[in-house]
């Protein structure tokens, strides 16, 4: 069983920076795409990044290009968003999660099969 463990969630205000981190238990063999997506109160879950854990291809919702960067780190089975130019509405919780197998779509949440708790993130204007 894979775990997933999110951290570096806060509140932060506008214009500032937080980097999440979600370390894996383990990577499964077939692990090919690492993933975080965010629900706000009331909204539905959104993918914000992905990367492929083999090529380092790295995907972003339009709403984030630019202002957070994914990466990992293959040595430590740990991913990290690091999140720059926070706004108000990138307030949500944030999780963590990984697909085994083929991915199509790496910002739909229908792709993964391993979730974490999550992490809040609070912009304040």
């Known amino acids: 069983q894979v775990q997933l463990v999110e951290s570096g969630g806060g509140s932060v205000q506008a214009g500032g920076s937080l980097r999440l981190s979600c370390a894996a238990s383990?990577?499964?063999?077939?692990?090919?795409?690492m993933g975080w997506f965010r629900q706000a109160p009331g909204k539905e879950r959104e993918g914000v990044a992905a990367i492929y854990t083999v090529s380092g291809s790295t995907y972003y919702a339009d709403s984030v290009k630019g202002r957070f960067t994914i990466s990992q780190d293959n040595a430590k089975n740990t991913v990290y968003l690091q999140m720059n130019s926070l706004k108000p509405e990138d307030t949500a919780m944030y999780y963590c999660?990984?697909?085994?197998?083929?991915?199509?779509?790496?910002?739909?949440?229908?792709?993964?099969?391993?979730w974490g708790q999550g992490t809040q993130v609070t912009v304040s204007s």
């Open positions: 383990r990577y499964p063999a077939s692990t090919r795409c």
């Open positions: 999660a990984a697909a085994r197998g083929g991915v199509w779509y790496p910002l739909k949440s229908g792709e993964y099969n391993y």
